[in-house]
């Protein structure tokens, strides 16, 4: 039965889903599929294949507390209910994915309304990595008529610069492409820099693609204001209460097929990036400072801390 999800958490593994938001959004599917599939006979089996679906997603990629969050929300509705049937159980998740799923899209809608105020005509902004939620952002801006410029990173090792190269290309947006370590170089023809996040933390740090935080350094550098477009379900609560987030580290074989024997080579996902060097977090409650973070997402949506 939990084949389906195995296979999910493979494809998330492997990159063929990819970005936070994604990785999400697959996870959800996976839980759904297999509650409507599910042959367990009782509650206590039901709960158990579920905890069993959550460790194996959770393990696929380890710096997503999204899609924490996500499958947390929708088994805590199958814990708090007083049905027993399996079926009504099942029912209960799938309504809890679809709502979970509508809050996302809503989210998006929103980062996307205030953020594509920000970008004005002619605006050149430089991105690195791909993130949807900052390239569905650009879509709404050149939807409402603006006329803008993009830089994007080629983003090493797994080239996701090239997604977000190909998408803006499909909106007809005057798109350039450099060398990651180039990004000094370019940084003082950008207005702004956008950037997406994986996670962020009670101290207001975003964790994003490895190279994140040397952009920011330089966008600090430049005066350049960099700012980072996320759902706020990005957070991770258990950064509040002492553990760090988790940096996913992935195979060298990403850097370099065939190395020579004896080499170390270090390929981490993600890096943090200083509250200090973002001037913004662009959110579904609005434009906010790194500083804020903890107290908008309680706010908002106060069982994340549970
Ligand atoms: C993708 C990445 C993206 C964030 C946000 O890394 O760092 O900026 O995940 O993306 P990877 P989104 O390619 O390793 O998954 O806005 O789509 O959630």
């Known amino acids: 039965m939990l084949e389906s999800v195995q296979t999910t958490a493979k494809k998330i593994k492997r990159l063929e889903v990819q970005g936070a938001r994604n990785v999400a959004i697959a996870a959800i599917k996976a839980i759904e599929t297999l509650s409507r599939e599910t042959e367990t006979k009782n509650t206590e089996e039901f709960l158990e294949e579920l905890s069993e679906a959550k460790e194996i997603l959770f393990v696929s990629r380890e710096t997503e507390p999204l899609m924490r969050n996500a499958v947390r929300w929708i088994i805590s509705q199958v814990e708090k209910s007083d049905k027993k049937r399996v079926r009504e159980l099942a029912e209960i998740v799938s309504s809890a994915s679809q709502q979970f799923l509508k809050n996302l899209e809503d989210s998006r809608e929103k980062i996307a309304e205030m953020g594509a105020k920000r970008i004005r005509n002619n605006s050149v902004i430089l991105t690195h990595c791909h993130s949807s939620t900052v390239t569905y952002l650009l879509k709404k801006a050149k939807q409402e008529g603006k006329s803008f410029e993009i830089i994007c990173t080629e983003t090493r090792p797994i080239f996701q610069g090239r997604v977000t190269v190909k998408e803006m290309l499909e909106l007809d947006v005057r798109t350039t492409l450099i060398v990651d370590s180039a990004a000094r170089f370019f940084m003082n023809q950008a207005d702004f820099v956008l950037v997406g996040a994986d996670a962020i933390t009670s101290e207001g740090n975003v964790i994003n693609k490895?190279?994140?935080?040397?952009?920011?350094?330089?966008?600090?550098?430049?005066?350049?204001?960099?700012?980072?477009?996320?759902?706020?379900?990005?957070?991770?609560?258990?950064?509040?209460?002492?553990?760090?987030?988790?940096?996913?580290?992935?195979?060298?074989?990403?850097?370099?097929?065939?190395?020579?024997?004896?080499?170390?080579?270090?390929?981490?996902?993600?890096?943090?990036?200083?509250?200090d060097f973002i001037h913004g977090i662009i959110c579904e409650e609005g434009i906010i400072s790194p500083h804020s973070v903890i107290e908008v997402t309680h706010r908002k949506y106060p069982w994340v801390f549970r």
């Open 210 to 275: 490895i190279g994140t935080s040397m952009i920011a350094l330089e966008a600090h550098e430049a005066r350049t204001p960099f700012y980072v477009v996320s759902e706020l379900l990005k957070f991770d609560p258990v950064t509040m209460y002492g553990d760090y987030e988790r940096i996913e580290e992935r195979s060298p074989d990403e850097i370099w097929r065939n190395h020579p024997k004896n080499l170390i080579i270090r390929n981490p996902a993600f890096d943090v990036t200083r509250r």
